[in-house]
């Protein structure tokens, strides 16, 4: 045994013993594990390069549960993939001028080394990419299943063009309106695509992040909830005679809203509609100012957020339609707040009750009508009221037969008059969108789709699966480089047979992400998207990921699941059943500015802080050259604050053990974690001790016969086993609530235990020191493999039983007791626990800090056994 801890031959040696026996295979059933399968995943990552801190956290999170797991008897599966396709690679392919799947394969070769040097639980057998044919396959295979089904359908839908750069882009590579890397102003194009009709899904993904996921952290489900945006109110028709140019009725005489507050309908003073309503396109006709208009709000942002915070503008288009109940005729504006994809793309404007309206109304001098009172509330035309929008407190007023209605009732009345007149009804609307799953980019799974000039778009025979993706492409900007590559667009159409093209538009990322955690339980399966042995591990016990995926990954991978449920791949309705957001990791950001304000950031690697004298922190200087520089305080790590820390650095420096370990030990796993330095010193510093304790007791131990229990017959001996398993118990406690910090902490304290432990046995000591080490062991794998092997425990502690708390170790010889004066807290004593009262009454009478509070003899002493003594004066 080496005297002195080297992380580096520890963590090599545990290692190789790992993949010598293949320590981490999970097979289905195994009947090593007695308590069933467990299955513990976390998010794939993309293969940008190398690994960063955020991954670090979430594999060893994960890794931590797998190996608690496993010593508890539960057959655990870690695996492990890459979500392979998307743009990065394609921007990379064009800065380096390699095809994107050469840069990604290397990167993948680099991160799963890095995975390796972390010593995580994986089994690689079952490692999936996504950019690998007999994956993204059976993303084909279903695209083609439901097309047949209609839960894939063609549309057309809006891209954002690119006039420079000829090409396609993605919201994020739109800046301010214009392309990332042309500068171009961004155009709005109509082109076909092809979206999956989540919306049937609605109502069912709705009802189970309500009510059916209880082992999903609330802010996940309020967030996918109101991502799916439930409304109720009603759809009704204000009418009109305005007809097109072809001389017909625009819309048969009708004009549709849609609102969730009927009860304010006598509170009409005007109606908006989107730029892109028939009303709106008609009017701009012959109307330059308005068309202007129109176009710069189809320009404008549809993010709902940005909608909310907007300057609302507006222009009237001169046109009239009639109010339904009231027979008004109400003016039609355009509004640049009303979105054409919610709805009907119109809206009755309420400027009373609704904020947006109330703005709008303020701008261009619209009348505002109350129609909703509250008890004990004025109302004013000059600032917005938040109860003037509360539909729990309304009332209704000033609207005829309504008034005296409360919003439900008045629903009801409104809805039943509508429907009277056939001109509307109670409806649901919902805020999401069926999901367009079209890209006009090269670097993802083909569309399985041939475009034929006869026959239209024609699916690609299922025999004829996978259409393989070229994978020596170099994307130059313009555009889809699979639009100039004959050898994969030549094809004949299967259904004429003449000489046709393939669909060059490949899938949404997402649809790669939707389902990759069931191809894990599947490998190798060739003949199946899944197989039996799916139905084994799903569905996932645990899933493990950031809370940027909160809504769009988990929605799509739930609607997935339902819809292979659907087609009898699955039995299940939810793909996760538990599932954990893990924090952000931040660091401490340092930079300089320049005169014209553009500021360059500094690695925290690369800068010396200055201490004062009492060692806090007063400035901070760059090593090279020893000026100053700014503490930009702490935010995530990040490229763009240069503020990351590199995890395989770490590894070199201290091992991997001490990463894990500081890491765990920072802070819970669902809060931010900072990064500190001297954190990870002192996580370093306290697995030497670990390695020291352990190397200065070999003899005694192995003398002792390294036992796992023992029983204690010294006093020491007794106080120690009850110490252990004391902090035992509340680290068990810990470790089932996911809260790793507090368990390392307990590590650190039966540490300290076992180091002043004086006087005790040997068997006892080492029983604690077998406490510890498997307590320590799924944090820090490496070092405790070693220990426990070098100190000839039994066995692998890979596969030692998860230590139990001994009942009669915790026995107390001695209890403390409270003392009480008059009912206040004066002190405390500590008694055998057989003693009797009048044993415990004379100790309490005779404690120093008591007897101040008495005087003479007391009135009366009541005795609680086993919590206190009260002495009346
Ligand atoms: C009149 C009204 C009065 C409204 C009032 C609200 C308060 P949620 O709850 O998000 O579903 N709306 C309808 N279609 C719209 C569209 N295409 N673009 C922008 N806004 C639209 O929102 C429903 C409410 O949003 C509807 O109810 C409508 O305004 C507006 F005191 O109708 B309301
Ligand atoms: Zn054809």
Redesign the pocket.
């Known amino acids: 045994m080496q005297d002195k801890y080297s992380p580096a031959d520890v963590e090599k040696a545990a290692q190789s013993h790992w993949k010598a026996i293949d320590a981490y295979k999970a097979v289905e059933n195994d009947p090593r594990f007695p308590k069933g399968k467990y299955y513990a995943c976390s998010m794939l990552p993309y293969p940008s390069g190398k690994l960063h801190m955020g991954h670090v956290r979430n594999y060893t999170i994960n890794d931590v549960m797998y190996r608690y797991l496993r010593m508890n008897g539960y057959n655990v599966l870690m695996p492990m993939g890459w979500d392979a396709f998307g743009m990065p690679a394609e921007n990379a392919a064009m800065a380096n001028n390699v095809p994107p799947a050469q840069w990604t394969y290397s990167n993948i070769a680099h991160m799963r080394s890095q995975m390796e040097l972390m010593g995580l639980a994986i089994d690689w057998s079952r490692e999936m990419t996504a950019c690998k044919p007999e994956y993204y396959k059976w993303n084909q295979w279903m695209f083609l299943k439901m097309l047949e089904k209609g839960i894939i359908y063609k549309k057309t839908g809006t891209v954002n063009w690119d006039p420079i750069d000829q090409t396609v882009l993605a919201n994020e590579q739109v800046i301010d309106g214009k392309g990332w890397r042309s500068g171009a102003v961004i155009e709005k194009r109509e082109i076909p695509m092809y979206y999956a009709r989540i919306t049937d899904y609605a109502e069912e993904l709705l009802d189970y992040v309500d009510t059916k996921l209880p082992g999903w952290p609330e802010r996940v489900r309020i967030m996918q909830s109101n991502w799916i945006?439930k409304?109720t109110?009603v759809r009704f028709a204000f009418t009109h005679d305005i007809k097109g140019a072809d001389g017909a009725l625009i819309g048969d005489g009708k004009m549709y809203?849609?609102?969730?507050?009927p009860d304010?309908i006598m509170?009409?003073t005007f109606c908006a509609v989107?730029a892109e309503h028939p009303l709106a396109v008609l009017a701009a006709q012959g109307n330059p100012e308005l068309a202007a208009f129109n176009a710069e709000c189809k320009l404008g942002s549809v993010i709902e957020a940005d909608?909310a915070t907007m300057e609302k503008k507006g222009m009237p288009t001169g046109l009239f339609v009639t109010h339904p109940l009231t027979g008004d005729k109400v003016e039609v504006w355009v509004?640049n707040?009303?979105?054409?994809?919610?709805?009907?793309?119109?809206?009755?404007?309420?400027p009373?009750?609704?904020e947006?309206?109330f703005a709008f109304a303020k701008k261009y001098n619209l009348p505002i009508k109350q129609v909703?009172q509250a008890e004990g509330q004025a109302f004013s035309t000059d600032a917005w009221q938040e109860w003037?929008?509360d539909k729990e407190v309304s009332v209704v007023t000033n609207s005829g037969k309504y008034d005296g209605l409360r919003y439900k009732e008045a629903l009801e009345a409104v809805a039943a008059d509508m429907a009277a007149k056939g001109l509307g009804e109670k409806k649901t609307?919902f805020?999401l969108r069926d999901w367009g799953i079209s890209r006009q980019r090269y670097w993802g799974t083909p569309i399985p789709m041939i475009n034929c000039a006869d026959c239209g778009s024609v699916p690609v025979p299922e025999k004829d699966l996978p259409v393989v993706l070229p994978e020596d492409c170099v994307p130059d900007g313009s555009g889809n480089p699979l639009n100039k590559y004959e050898a994969f667009l030549k094809c004949d159409c299967p259904q004429c047979g003449k000489p046709a093209r393939r669909e060059t538009d490949t899938m949404d990322t997402f649809v790669d992400s939707s389902w990759y955690y069931m191809r894990y339980t599947s490998p190798g399966s060739n003949d199946a998207m899944v197989d039996a042995r799916n139905d084994y591990w799903m569905p996932m016990d645990q899933y493990i990921g950031g809370i940027e995926h909160a809504v769009l990954h988990l929605l799509y991978a739930r609607f997935w699941t339902k819809v292979m449920r659907d087609f009898g791949l699955v039995k299940f309705d939810e793909p996760f059943v538990n599932l954990l957001t893990q924090g952000m990791v931040l660091n401490e950001t340092y930079y300089r500015e320049d005169e014209a304000g553009k500021k360059t950031w500094f690695n925290p690697a690369d800068v010396d802080l200055t201490l004062d004298d009492k060692g806090r922190p007063q400035g901070a200087v760059l090593k090279e050259d020893g000026l100053a520089v700014n503490i930009g305080g702490t935010e995530k790590m990040s490229k763009s604050k240069n503020n990351g820390i590199d995890p395989q650095a770490q590894i070199e420096q201290y091992g991997a053990d001490t990463a894990r370990l500081f890491t765990m030990f920072a802070s819970p796993p669902e809060q931010t974690l900072e990064w500190s330095g001297s954190g990870v010193e002192g996580a370093n510093r306290f697995l030497r001790r670990v390695w020291a304790f352990g190397y200065a007791n070999r003899e005694a131990f192995a003398a002792a016969g390294s036992p796992l229990s023992a029983v204690a017959a010294s006093d020491a001996g007794k106080t120690l086993r009850r110490e252990v398993h004391k902090v035992l118990q509340q680290a068990d406690y810990d470790v089932k609530r996911i809260q790793y910090n507090t368990v390392v902490s307990a590590c650190m304290k039966m540490l300290n235990t076992l180091e002043s432990a004086k006087d005790a046995e040997a068997a006892v000591l080492a029983e604690g020191y077998a406490i510890f080490l498997r307590l320590l062991n799924p944090v820090a794998p490496h070092i405790t493999h070693v220990l426990w092997k070098e100190l000839g425990y039994a066995g692998d502690i890979l596969d030692a039983a998860w230590p139990q708390v001994d009942p009669a170790a915790l026995e107390q010889s001695e209890i403390e007791m409270m003392i009480q004066v008059n009912g206040k807290l004066r002190g405390s004593i500590v008694v055998p626990k057989a003693a009797d009262k009048a044993a415990i009454e004379a100790a309490a009478l005779a404690n120093e800090g008591v007897q101040k509070f008495i005087e003479g003899t007391p009135k009366k002493v009541i005795v609680v056994p086993g919590k206190l003594v009260n002495i009346v004066v």
């Not at 809203?257 to 507050?261: A, G, K, L, M």
């Open positions: 945006g409304s109110g809203v849609f609102t969730t507050r304010t509170g009409v989107a909608m509004g707040y009303v979105l054409m994809t919610y709805g009907d793309g119109a809206v009755m404007g309420v009373a009750h609704d947006r309206d909703i003037y929008g609307t805020r």
